[in-house]
């Protein structure tokens, strides 16, 4: 069986609240069930680092911020990935591009156009937890977008449905 889990903001906040994640994930994990694990940016992280950006620019580049904003998730997905690992189950952590979330070029608010989940499939015949930083994807052209406030949600359910 395979279960996709999704984890918010406040839920992956700390580290303290990170290993709390892990190890629900481990006793989801010790019941024998193959896991995608879908995080959001630690609490607070994407507001923070919107401020940054609007500290040089009231406008800036919507590209350019989707590849900002996407690393808070990328933080939380490695955080979660390597204190699995060393509580001795075998993870990887992905970005929306590794995880085959592909996207229109309407940055900051795109849709997934389509998943490949071969790469996914891939990890867990090897018996991985993969653990996808939610919220971003790849257009066509391999550039980093974002799905707009809520996108972890997103990436969860559409990981799930493909």
Do not use: C
């Amino acid at each position: 069986m395979l279960i996709v889990q999704k984890y918010g903001g406040t839920s992956v906040g700390s580290l303290e609240r990170i290993e709390a994640v892990a190890k629900r994930v481990i006793d989801s994990k010790k019941d024998g069930v193959k896991l995608v694990v879908v995080v959001s940016a630690m609490s607070g992280v994407t507001n923070d680092l919107i401020s940054k950006a609007e500290h040089f620019y009231k406008s800036p580049n919507l590209r350019d911020m989707d590849l900002l904003l996407s690393s808070g998730e990328r933080v939380s997905s490695a955080l979660l990935s390597i204190a699995l690992n060393e509580a001795g189950y075998k993870a990887s952590a992905l970005s929306g591009r590794l995880a085959g979330i592909y996207t229109d070029s309407v940055y900051t608010k795109a849709r997934i156009k389509h998943i490949d989940t071969s790469h996914i499939n891939k990890l867990l015949k090897e018996d991985n937890i993969v653990v996808v930083a939610g919220f971003q994807g790849l257009d066509e052209n391999g550039f980093v977008t974002t799905l707009g406030r809520g996108g972890s949600h997103l990436s969860a359910v559409a990981l799930a449905g493909a």
